[in-house]
């Protein structure tokens, strides 16, 4: 829908401008949303915001359509049989299909009892409620599960997981985390006890030499990559990126490490290997604040920079020098992305940094530190928030009784109420749907039939779930599944608190009134919780009737001492970033000053462990998978916006020397094929992937590079190896191609 006040947004006179934070990136930009009769036409950045500076990417810029697209659905759902009090029909398997127009219809070949029927709240509600309680008190705790959502606010992630926690007793609660940054959070937390970026963003242009890995920052947190040229060339900083691919920032980089998919720990072991042998070692900052240095060198002898130039491909010359260029800093930064952590092995692989910046003192100070790039807008928050298998809020461990003890009183539930065991992450918890296993899930907001791996195996555990319930703006391909859809507002019709990168708590706030008969999220898990717990008769009873999220801020701030000093008063204009212990604490830019959480940081040795699947015969190249600058994860914002224009269709890279020996042409049709499935997609022939691994983004619901990647997991962090798998790609024809409209969520889902 092009309007008017689309065509022609500078002629138009807002009635207000309503300052909020955006909904894509970790970056946590500050958006000036300019509004003319309950319609955005526009969006800018405050000049003033010490974020981004007045600086939008593209996705904030353009990308906020989705709020008014027709498909979105703003009226509760349910199946047919639910509201028919049948008993389920065979065949979930057949995904329903999305008409044009966004009425769902069912699909032709299926029973009308899986019909979406629209009802209103109370109706829909009580489904969700009757049908949750049943099963609880069926087969108990150890049947409920629950994703909660990156991209919702720290208030309702706090609720959600509150109410699987006092309600269902069970930690059967994560979110995509797992996903993108788990392998950095166990590795940080094993290291130092803290997970958090250590340092602010802004503070890259403070830095002599950086390092950037496994992180395409120009697409990925593109206000980020901003100030990393800036720091290039305003403040003459040196950056050496370490990447597969050759990503934009390689232009602005002093040094290029185009190491092999999954190669991590070698290349930066061999760099830790060259500072002590060359004695480039910070010794005051090793002897002070860390322990296990020397068990930790003896582990180094093997990984000399030839041995790592064998199984990554970089030169030893090149690790030597950013080795050098690195330890020899003043102040020296690491910011990593998944390129890192989404390895069978990504523990080891963020480990790997972490002894560089133990080894040469670069944490702790302004212009330093240990910076994973949070990818979703507030995972960082929805962390912070409990929304994870072994924490509550605050990072306390779920298994210390001190914690449960303080979370029982705080939900006022009867001592040993709390479970303490730990729960199932999120890939544990789709592998868990079956009889006797998780019978009933929660999605708030995620869409695990794009994010997971291995997606054929996904939607093989989304039919065992015997009841699901998604709430979102769209029914996305998970959604699909659901017995009850419950319809969520989207960012711009609520209020809250979003989390960001560098842990800067910034305020969310309501520009429109909700779409149709769309909820706030804070607002429907209220409604949820209160009729759950009636029907669940328990003797006490949690507070469910929160008047605002700022209440419910308060509350988790009353337990988390690093939220103590945060109120909506105080980041009324700009953020304050956490830790704030008290009313009077200015906010903490830089962490880990004087010490670190866990006391001494902690040198642990590694061994190289490849990735789970290398190229061979049948499978000569590496897939990798990631982002695009146009679209967001899952797509499901994406591609219900005029961003889809600008970028509409999968593709793969390859490069040059590969396309020419498989016959593979620039926009040729072709079909890449793993040991777990096939998409076919056009083929960008380009030098910015390298010989023997191609890329492919993992946006398009009708190409999902998801299909193909493993499952394996790390056996620390749970996450999957998104980013290598072994892949072949064939030539295909044009008709072979899928077409979005018709495949998105028919029979390839
Ligand atoms: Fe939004 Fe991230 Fe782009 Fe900023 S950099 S406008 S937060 S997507």
Redesign the pocket.
Known sequence: MVTELQLNPTRVVEDRVVTTV?S??G???NLELHLKDDFIFKVTSPFDSPV?HGN??V???FGYDYVYHPKRVTTPLVRRYLLEGKPKPEGREQVFAISMDGKPIPNSQISNDWDWVATNWDTALDMVAENLVRIYQRDGSDAMAVYCCAKATNEDNYLLQKMWRALFRTNNVDHCTRLCHAGSVVALQKAIGSSAMSNTASQVIMNDVFIVTGSNTGEN???IALQMKEAVQKHGAKMIVVDPRRIDLVDFAELWLPLKPGTNVPVFSAMAHVIVKENLVNWDFVNRRTEGFQEFVESLEKFTPEYAEEISGVPAEDIRKAARMYATAKNGAIYWGMGISQLSHGTASALALIHLAFLTGHVGRDGTGLNPLRGQ?NVQGASDMGAMPFHYPGYMRVDNEDNARKWEAAWNIEPGGLSRKLGLTTTEILGHAHEGGIRALYIMGENPMMSEPNLNETRKHMTHLEFLVSQDLFINESGAFADVFLPAASFAEKDGTFTNTDRRVQRVRTALSPRGQARPDWKILCDLATRLERRLKRGSSSKWDYESPEEILREMASVNSDYAGITYERIAKVGLQYPVPDMNHPGTPTLFKETFPSGRGKFIPLDYVPVMEQADDEYPFILTTGRLLEHWHGGTMTRHSSLNEAYPEARVEIHPADAEMHGITNNMPVRVTSRRGEIVLRATVTEKTSVGVVFIPWHFAEAAANLLTNDALDPQAKIPEFKACAVQVFPAREDELPNPEVEVRRGRY
């Open positions: 955006c894509y990136c970056v946590g930009c981004n939008l990417c996705k904030g810029r947190h593109p206000i807008n």
